[in-house]
């Protein structure tokens, strides 16, 4: 995609990878401003990259892909009018089960099933086993709420019971690829992976909400090169574009116009283009204050000491 782009318009993109949304905040804050022209921030960071003035909002019009973008995923509450971000690429969380191990499963409570005993696995992120906590105490997985946090540790430790382990999300991947266990909470990208492999897997647990997150493309400021920046996005945008990086990385497909570009086993994933029994049931996981993180923490720690 970066020789395309470089072919059609003689520019070169320089590219430098980071390991995570706090590494990258603290790499532009630490750095000199103008030093790169694009990051691709999640949107739970948004709001920390506005708060050190890290963003530079797109010249009106630039943007003239921005219509092919699926209207659920613009407008959002960190960004109303997408001034500052364009969606990229994102990931829900699913339950992914193993057919011939677990006929159903309709909720978070469910996990709890002492049938489920050491079979499960999920993965070692400390908002996704809150927000799979909360659901499974059926409280809103958005919640400001402290007190929501113990009622959610409460579900954690009686999940220890029924958790083969805490996992890396590609440990997780092989393991039930492999048909090890009858579970697997993952991300969707991962999913998608492990379901082209494995015909005996399928996605479950779909009387709760999906949660949601969107790495976005965003333009930073002091950029000096505002109008290829520009480009860029307006490039990645295109369908057929949109649709190599999907075949390549196979997370949350946001661009309706690159759908009849995908290969059709992505076009038939649910969890892809998603269906609209997910599409209609998604919710944005948002920022949380830094009270509410420690505390998140904390929980974890305790869970995770005790199993």
């Known amino acids: 995609v970066l020789d395309q782009f470089e072919a059609e318009y003689g520019i070169k993109v320089i590219e430098t990878t980071y390991e995570s949304n706090d590494e990258l905040l603290a790499k532009l804050i630490a750095g000199k401003e103008g030093e790169y022209d694009i990051a691709v921030p999640t949107n739970t960071y948004i709001q920390a990259f506005k708060d050190n003035d890290l963003l530079e909002p797109f010249d009106e019009g630039a943007i003239t892909n921005l219509g092919n973008i699926d209207d659920a995923y613009l407008g959002l509450v960190y960004d109303p009018e997408n001034e500052y971000t364009v969606p990229y690429f994102g990931t829900i969380n699913v339950a992914l089960a193993n057919k011939p191990m677990l006929d159903e499963l309709d909720t978070a409570e469910d996990l709890l099933n002492p049938a489920l005993e050491n079979n499960l696995l999920i993965f070692d992120d400390i908002e996704s ?8 105490s059926g409280i809103d997985p958005v919640t400001t709420d402290l007190a929501a946090l113990d009622t959610a540790k409460e ?28 579970l697997a909470y993952i991300y969707s990208g991962d999913a998608i992976q492990a379901m082209r492999e494995n015909s005996d897997l399928t996605v479950v647990m779909k009387q709760e909400q999906f949660p949601l997150t969107i790495d976005n493309l965003v333009i930073l400021k002091g950029t000096k090169h505002k109008k290829e920046a520009q480009l860029f ?20 497909c946001f661009n ?51 199993k």
């Open 155 to 182: 579900y954690l430790l009686k999940l220890n019971t029924n958790l083969k382990s805490y996992s890396q999300i590609a440990d997780e991947r092989i393991s039930i690829t492999r048909g090890e266990v009858a």
């Open 256 to 306: 309706e116009a690159a759908a009849e570009h995908l290969p059709e086993d992505l076009v038939n994933m649910e969890v892809c283009v998603l269906s609209d029994e997910i599409k209609n049931n998604l919710v944005v996981i948002n920022e949380k204050d830094g009270e509410m993180l420690d505390k998140m923490v904390a929980v974890m720690t305790e869970v995770k000491s005790a």
């Open 233 to 252: 996005i307006d490039f990645i945008l295109r369908p057929e574009i949109s649709a190599e990086l999907l075949s390549e990385f196979s997370y949350v």
């Open 129 to 136: 086993n809150i927000t799979l906590a909360l659901q499974g």
